[in-house]
Every structure is written in C-alpha cells, then in structure tokens.
T-cell receptor, first 113, second 111 residues
Framework: DAGVTQSPTHLIKTRGQQVTLRCSPKSGHDTVSWYQQALGQGPQFIFQYYEEEERQRGNFPDRFSGHQFPNYSSELNVNALLLGDSALYLCASKSLILSYEQYFGPGTRLTVT | TQLLEQSPQFLSIQEGENLTVYCNSS?????LQWYRQEPGEGPVLLVTVVTGGEVKKLKRLTFQFGDARKDSSLHITAAQTGDTGLYLCAASDDYGQNFVFGPGTRLSVLP
C-alpha cells in the first residue's frame, strides 16, 4: 500500500518563474492538503481539496493555486516566484470520513534564486 | 486565529534520560495530533488524541490530552538516539477541516 507520494523531490527556480508540484494521496484517501514549511518552522496550511474543489484556504496569496483530479491526485502551482517562497512543500492526504488523521508525503524542496 | 505554542523550542539530552515536551493553546480543539519529522522528510503521524484527559501510550512514548482540550504533552521514557527529530503538534477543529501546527520542539538525544 503506497503512502503519499510527491514529485519532484527537489526543484530550483528563478525569481519570477512559475512552478508546479505534484502529489498522489494514500490509497483510499480522497482529501488532499498542501502545506509550506520554512526552515526551522512548523508547516503552514495553504489549502485543502476535496471532490476537485478547494474547500479551505490558509493565509496565502492568489499566486498559490491548486487542482485536484478525478483520481484524487493534486497539483500545487505557484506563480511569480519570490525568494521567500523557498521552502519544503508538503502534501497530506486523509479520508474525509475518518477526519482526524492525515498522512504526509516526503515533500518537495523548492529553492528560489 | 488559532495558535499553538510548543515548549521547549530546543532540547538536548543524554541517551537514557526522560523528557516531556508541551503543546499549548488558548483555543479548544476537537483533536490533536503529534508528529515526528526528520530533516528533509515529511512529518510522520505518531498519535491522535480526541477526548479530554485521554492518555495514549506508544512503546516509550506517552501522550496526554488536557482535560479542557487546550493542551497536550508528550513524555519519552529512556530516550534513544533514534528519538532525535522535530516533534510537531497539530490541532484541528470539528471534522478535521482545518489543521494548525505548532512551531515544533527540536529534540537531540546524544549517545
């Protein structure tokens, strides 16, 4: 049973560029959330997708957008990258029915130069 | 905005010692999770507590949820070097629709 997977593992982009990160949820899970974790800090909630719609959103600008596909996988898109967007981006999945437990992927390390 | 505080921020101990780390908030939560994270990896779920006063044990780790569901503690008995990592608490509102993370306690267990 595969857990949550994310790609790519690492990514280097230049300021102003756009990036797309991908996530496949754990088998049986239908809800995907994205988090940004800056160095030395706890994860910050970006948004959550369920039934291909954004259901909850944290305090992030519109440059951060996402998508969920019919197979429950998800993408995080960030436009007009800033140096401050450098972070570990984490995807977490859960089953909406069993709501309290979410499982994280290994993350994508994004570096903006 | 619901906020979680964790203490201490850093903790360095010798192998075999006991330790307790804390997670506190001014808000009441429906559930609280503890995770351990190693550098460059995603957080790994250790436990979920949902009932005020609940105590859960996972081998040498003991987790407690406060009676008022505003705070939690994690106690490690006879720490091992493999316990080294960042310990994060996360709390959710009803139905787990919104998770808030604390800043974490970075634990270093020295041989």
């Amino acid at each position: 049973d595969a857990g949550v997977t994310q790609s790519p593992t690492h990514l280097i982009k230049t300021r102003g560029q756009q990036v797309t990160l991908r996530c496949s949820p754990k088998s049986g899970h239908d809800t995907v959330s994205w988090y940004q974790q800056a160095l030395g800090q706890g994860p910050q909630f970006i948004f959550q997708y369920y039934e291909e719609e954004e259901r909850q959103r944290g305090n992030f600008p519109d440059r951060f957008s996402g998508h969920q596909f019919p197979n429950y996988s998800s993408e995080l898109n960030v436009n007009a990258l800033l140096l401050g967007d450098s972070a570990l981006y984490l995807c977490a999945s859960k089953s909406l029915i069993l709501s309290y437990e979410q499982y994280f992927g290994p993350g994508t390390r994004l570096t903006v130069t | 905005t619901q906020l979680l505080e964790q203490s201490p921020q850093f903790l360095s101990i010798q192998e075999g010692e006991n330790l307790t780390v804390y997670c506190n908030s001014s808000s009441v939560f429906s559930s609280l999770q503890w995770y351990r994270q190693e550098p460059g990896e995603g957080p790994v779920l250790l436990v979920t507590v949902v009932t005020g006063g609940e105590v859960k044990k996972l081998k040498r780790l003991t987790f407690q949820f406060g009676d008022a569901r505003k705070d939690s503690s994690l106690h490690i008995t006879a720490a091992q070097t493999g316990d080294t990592g960042l310990y994060l608490c996360a709390a959710s509102d009803d139905y787990g629709q919104n998770f808030v993370f604390g800043p974490g306690t970075r634990l270093s267990v020295l041989p």
